[in-house]
Nanobody, 115 residues
């Protein structure tokens, strides 16, 4: 079965950096677009970044130039490098894949940006 396990969240000061990881299993990872979403308290879950099987990336306007998504198809892992973090980046970050029209989610990892 599909499993997604996020890691790398934590507490960081404004302007700092974090690198999130999502380890995937149960499907042919290299063939699928992988997504990172985030959800702040009381808000909807929003798409942050995507990377296709060929490596094409897409970013939300709010993170362009600060975040970078990448993947390692040998390790079945997708990464989200987050730089110049702002308090408004505080959220639970989720890894996502859509397979056979069904969306799979990890358990999420908390990112808190605060001084």
């Amino acid at each position: 079965q599909v499993q997604l396990v996020e890691s790398g969240g934590g507490l960081v000061q404004p302007g700092g950096s974090l690198r999130l990881s999502c380890a995937a299993s149960g499907f042919p990872f290299s063939s699928y677009t992988m997504n990172w979403y985030r959800q702040a308290p009381g808000k909807q879950r929003d798409l942050v970044a995507s990377i296709t099987s060929s490596g094409t990336t897409h970013y939300a306007d709010s993170v362009k130039g600060r975040f970078s998504i990448s993947r390692d198809n040998f390790k079945n892992t997708v990464f989200l490098q987050m730089n110049s973090l702002k308090p408004e980046d505080t959220a639970v970050y989720y890894c996502n894949v859509i397979r056979q029209s069904f969306g799979y989610w990890g358990q999420g990892t908390q990112v808190t940006v605060s001084s």
